[in-house]
């Protein structure tokens, strides 16, 4: 079964930093990336990475402040997540797919899904 468990979030200030982590089971993934949802609003992609490292893709406005990596022998992905504006508040989820995306990833694409993490922004 495969799980993937986010850890990372929290309740920060305008202008800080927060890392998000999303470790996987075993297995390999093609795909993986970072959506954020909030209440009333579609889950928008934040930022995708393939195996390689070689191909990303970032949400609208957000590449520049944040950046997305794995680390393939740990399975795990990271979200690095600077200057966050109250706008960056909204559950972030963690998402993989078992084969490369060449496109932009639509949520809909994945197949597995974290549980969730928290990131509230306060000005």
């Known amino acids: 079964q495969v799980q993937l468990v986010e850890s990372g979030g929290g309740a920060v200030q305008t202008g800080t930093s927060l890392r998000l982590s999303c470790a996987g089971s075993?297995?390999?993934?093609?795909?993986m990336a970072w959506f954020r949802q909030t209440p009333g609003k579609e889950r928008e992609l934040v930022a995708s990475?393939?195996?390689?490292?070689?191909?990303?893709h970032y949400g609208d406005s957000l590449k520049g402040r944040f950046t997305i990596w794995r680390d393939n022998a740990q399975n795990t992905l990271y979200l690095q997540m600077n200057n966050l504006k109250p706008e960056d508040t909204a559950v972030y989820y963690c998402?993989?797919?078992?084969?490369?995306?060449?496109?932009?990833?639509?949520?809909?694409?994945?197949?597995?899904w974290g549980q969730g993490t928290q990131v509230t922004v306060s000005s």
């Open positions: 075993s297995r390999a993934f093609g795909t």
């Open positions: 990475v393939v195996s390689s490292g070689g191909v990303t």
């Open positions: 998402a993989a797919k078992a084969n490369r995306l060449a496109g932009v990833p639509r949520p809909e694409y994945f197949d597995w």
